[in-house]
């Protein structure tokens, strides 16, 4: 089973700012990854997918970057309804995993 | 649109088998590529992917949980069931219904399960 790491488990970011997420997969997962957005009470959201092509909707102000085992996400200037707990995940093998998670707190 | 929504019960007791719902419009399971998952989220945990049947029955299931899990499909109701046996409370956790066989595009709000006696 592919284990899927983010990191930081927590970023305080102020409004405007830039935030970067990592997230490293236990072996290779090409370009099979996934990025979720969960608000509190909510399902998660679909922001990317294929390691950088943006679902549906989904603003620029998000990109995603990385192959192999290394993935980034990006929010280029955070707005207040950004804050909130995102996830990776992997789709290369079975069981597709997730990641442990990032917060996006306001600072 | 695409809709998906859960239903069973909020509360079993341990060692019960527990039977979930998910109710579905907007796409059919008979369609080449289609698939229907079920992820589970523990209170302030990770999510987790459980199973997953496609259009053609194929069926997958979480390497951990496997021996627990049942999924099936009735096509004709637009519906996919997952049953889970012998429930400890360590199973207590927010149920999603998603539709996606590599990621998931859509997902049901979740239903909470608590599992306790």
């Known amino acids: 089973e592919i284990v899927m790491t983010q990191s930081p488990a927590t970023l305080s970011v102020s409004p405007g700012e830039r935030a970067t997420l990592s997230c490293r997969a236990s072996?290779?997962?090409?370009?099979?990854l996934a990025w979720y957005q969960q608000k509190p009470g909510q399902a998660p959201r679909l922001l990317i997918y294929g390691a950088s092509t943006r679902a549906t909707g989904i603003p620029a102000r998000f990109s995603g970057s990385g192959s192999g085992i290394e993935f980034t996400l990006a929010i280029s200037s955070l707005q207040s309804e950004d804050f909130a707990v995102y996830y990776c995940q992997q789709y290369n093998n079975w069981p597709r995993t997730f990641g442990q998670g990032t917060k996006v707190e306001i600072k | 649109q695409v809709t998906l929504r859960e239903s069973g019960p909020a509360l079993v007791k341990p060692t019960q088998t527990l039977t979930l719902t998910c109710t579905f419009s907007g796409f059919s399971l008979s369609t080449s590529e289609m698939c229907v998952s079920w992820i589970r989220q523990p209170p302030g945990k990770a999510l987790e992917w459980l199973a997953r049947?496609?259009?053609?029955?194929?069926?997958l299931y979480s390497t951990s949980l496997k021996t627990r899990l049942t999924i099936s499909k009735d096509t004709s109701k637009n519906q996919v069931v997952l049953t889970m046996t012998n429930m400890d409370p360590v199973d207590t956790a927010t149920y999603y219904c998603a539709r996606g066989r590599n990621y998931v595009d859509y997902w049901g709000q979740g239903t909470l399960v608590a599992v306790s006696s």
């Open positions: 072996q290779s997962v090409s370009s099979n």
């Open positions: 049947i496609d259009w053609d029955d194929d069926k």
